[in-house]
């Protein structure tokens, strides 16, 4: 299967998680398009001063692979800059959020795998 960007679905989320601004997602493959337990498949752009709030995950685990931009990053209670290259690894019962506090949008690649199935 080779999906072009123009077949992806943009979405917009207001205060995402609580967090700040608007997220922006472009899905790379959605849901009902992939076979294994992941629910989504995102590159995610986060404008300054937004953000997504501190939550937690149980029974899967969110991985955010940073393309550019700098981001603040709470991982578990310990707050830190992760930059473009790095990734973010939110396993089971962690908790998270991520800010961009800089002055150029912060994009990233986001996918949340399950551990269960669900359904699609």
């Not at 205060?15 to 398009?33: C, P, Q, S, T, Y």
């Not at 149980?58 to 981001?71: H, R, T, V, W």
């Not at 310990?78 to 473009?84: I, S």
Request: a negative charge; proline letters at 3%; charged letters at 30%.
């Amino acid at each position: 299967m080779i999906k072009r960007k123009s077949a992806m679905r943009r979405e917009a989320t207001e205060h995402m998680r609580a967090g700040e601004g608007v997220i922006v997602n472009d899905h790379i493959l959605e849901k009902n398009e992939m076979r294994t337990n992941c629910r989504l498949f995102t590159r995610m752009t986060i404008e300054p001063g937004a953000s997504i709030g501190y939550h937690k995950h149980a029974k899967e685990e969110d991985i955010y692979y940073i393309l550019s931009g700098i981001a603040t990053v709470c991982d578990n209670g310990e707050t830190k800059a992760v930059y473009p290259g790095e990734v973010v690894y939110t396993g089971d019962g962690d908790s998270h959020s991520i800010a961009n506090n800089g002055t150029e949008p912060l994009e990233l690649i986001d996918v949340i795998l399950t551990y269960e199935p669900f359904e699609r």
